[in-house]
């Protein structure tokens, strides 16, 4: 794999701006060129080898080329084959795809909740819901980052993929209805993290088209830079001698076709390897290659390079609670445009008129109908109305809105385990949600806001007065959200509702703790070249959505 095949990946990932244009059959013959790694050297040697072409993963590549030879190893593949794809019309149908060149691999944590780990060049940038929001300035402190260096990068990313999202009516509703139920004041439009409520970014442009950490390598140095899709690396090469530390030396990775590669580093003293694989893939490869608790290793028979407890560990996720509301009247497409930031710690977002697959569909029509069954005339009045109209079934869009309220900063926190020594499965994860009262108080009292706003005087047009919150609550209940059981209470008891519908918004990190696993730097403890770069270091979450975040730390 030389110059000619770098000279077209440039086409797709430097100057994929003019590529973007072209028809699928005039993009066709360029994707025989990086689809595979398969055409990669068996030994090749570069300065810096990154794995984990994801949100932290392409800006952090495109910036180490600027000065050195680097490899990036995506295991999924790109988001640019199918143009349309990411598109806001397809964030539920993309995460809900289990097909096996899905661009999210689904797991069910072993705590019953439904999960995804993302699997395409671009990472969680490609599938989720395109909030753009900075940290919070006490995140950015624990962390002990350049305050001028981190407001220069969030520029230089949001110059690429950051806009300004469209306040349409059901939003504007529900942001107004926010404010009736005190969560203030009206920040207006701002990429800062601001108490209060306020419209935040979005990396969907006007067409609705999605625009990813992808795009960030079109500031890559072409001759500098190399992209293998489908390559799946298997573990991190160590060199190891008496009175000397350990140095991380290159990687082992596997094509599509399951053809072994060998990636060196250079003689250079600046050479690394940085892990990028996120909160789940980071800890695991590094498990894999010999670095974590020595007693796992052990038992899946695995060579210990250094017994590190701590790598799996403090792996958090946010839980996340939903209200399903139908709507009376017509709503626009939209995801997350605004945020309602609290003081107690919780967040609360939404979106409407999202498409399901037709089996959510189903399942949202025949649970409510159960619940409305009670009486004849209000169901009745919703099927004319085309709410539950049997139909139209091949219609997936519903005419309503989904409201999220996310615990920030939970207490609660669990740990990753190998399943297997298989880099493509998923690894065991447990997040224990609402083992610390704290947190379970903070939903409850997040979901009763969420409520307030959608009972509130300007949320009016978009809700059914036969719809009480009750019966809100047991829609939701209803549903086949996750895999925990259901007490009899939960539609009653807003504690029970919290810990038996909880879900997850996709913002798991830690499993590589800053302080416990990598330094100030981010380079691991007790070895050389080194480094981890993604959410498995976060303490927290950042801001209420971590993209941005994620992508400036690349940078």
Not at 8 to 34: C, I, M, Q, R
Not at 182 to 194: K, S
Request: charged share 20%; net charge neutral.
């Amino acid at each position: 794999m030389g110059f000619e095949f770098w000279m077209f990946l440039s086409l797709v990932y430097v100057s994929h701006v003019h590529f973007h244009g072209l028809s699928l059959a005039e993009k066709a013959p360029y994707y025989s060129f990086v689809r595979e790694a398969a055409m990669a050297p068996e030994v090749s040697f570069y300065d810096y080898i990154i794995i984990g072409g994801g949100t932290a993963g392409c800006p952090l590549a495109a910036t180490l080329s600027e000065s050195a030879n680097v490899l990036v190893l995506e295991r999924g593949g790109s988001p640019y084959e199918n143009p349309s794809k990411p598109d806001k019309g397809n964030f539920f149908p993309n995460l809900l795809d289990v097909s096996p060149s899905s661009y999210a691999q689904e797991f069910t944590s072993e705590d019953g909740v439904y999960n995804a780990r993302a699997r395409v060049l671009g990472g969680g940038s490609v599938i989720n819901a395109g909030f753009y929001s900075r940290a919070e300035p006490e995140f950015l402190k624990q962390a002990g980052l350049n305050e001028a260096l981190v407001n220069y990068s969030y520029q230089w990313v949001e110059k690429k993929i950051a806009f300004e999202p469209p306040m349409l009516q059901w939003q504007s509703a529900l942001r107004d209805g926010l404010l009736e139920a005190g969560v203030l004041p009206n920040n207006g439009f701002t990429f800062d993290h601001i108490y209060g409520t306020k419209i935040g970014g979005t990396i969907f442009d006007g067409d609705d088209h999605r625009h990813t950490a992808a795009d960030l390598l079109e500031y890559a140095n072409p001759y500098r830079i190399k992209v293998y899709l489908h390559a799946t690396v298997e573990k991190i090469i160590f060199e190891t001698k008496v009175f000397s530390r350990t140095r991380a030396q290159g990687v082992v990775f596997e094509d599509e076709l399951g053809k072994k590669h060998w990636a060196l580093l250079t003689k250079d003293y600046k050479s690394e390897v940085i892990l990028s694989a996120g909160a789940l893939g980071s800890p695991q490869l590094l498990m894999l290659s010999g670095i974590g608790p020595s007693q796992q290793l052990k038992k899946f028979g695995i060579k210990v390079v250094m017994d590190q407890p701590m790598v799996g560990q403090g792996l958090v996720d946010n839980p996340l609670n939903v209200l399903l509301v139908p709507s009376p009247s017509p709503v626009e497409l939209s995801l997350v445009s605004f945020v309602g930031i609290t003081r107690f710690g919780s967040y609360i977002e939404a979106c409407s008129g999202i498409s399901f697959t037709p089996s959510w569909s189903r399942s949202v029509a025949k649970a409510l109908a159960a619940i409305l069954n009670q009486t004849e005339q209000s169901s009745t009045k919703l099927f004319q109305e085309g709410i539950l109209n049997p139909g139209s079934l091949l219609d997936t869009r519903i005419r309503g809105g989904i409201i999220f309220e996310k615990v920030k900063d939970p207490i609660s926190s669990g740990y990753l385990e190998l399943r297997n020594m298989n880099p493509r499965d998923n690894p065991k994860v447990t997040f224990n949600y609402f083992q610390a009262p704290e947190d379970l108080m903070k939903c409850v009292h997040g979901v009763k806001i969420a409520i307030d706003a959608v009972y509130s005087k300007s949320f009016s047009n978009f809700r059914y007065e036969i719809l009480s919150a009750k019966a809100l609550l047991e829609l939701i209940v209803n549903l086949p959200l996750n895999q925990r059981p259901r007490h009899l209470t939960s539609a009653f008891s807003l504690e029970k509702f919290c810990m038996d519908t909880v879900m997850t918004i996709w913002h798991y990190h830690g499993g590589c703790r800053l302080g416990k696993v990598v330094d100030r730097d981010y380079k691991v403890l007790g070895v050389e070249a080194l480094r981890i770069v993604d959410g498995s270091t976060f303490t927290s979450s950042p801001g209420t959505n971590p993209q941005a975040t994620v992508m400036m730390l690349g940078r």
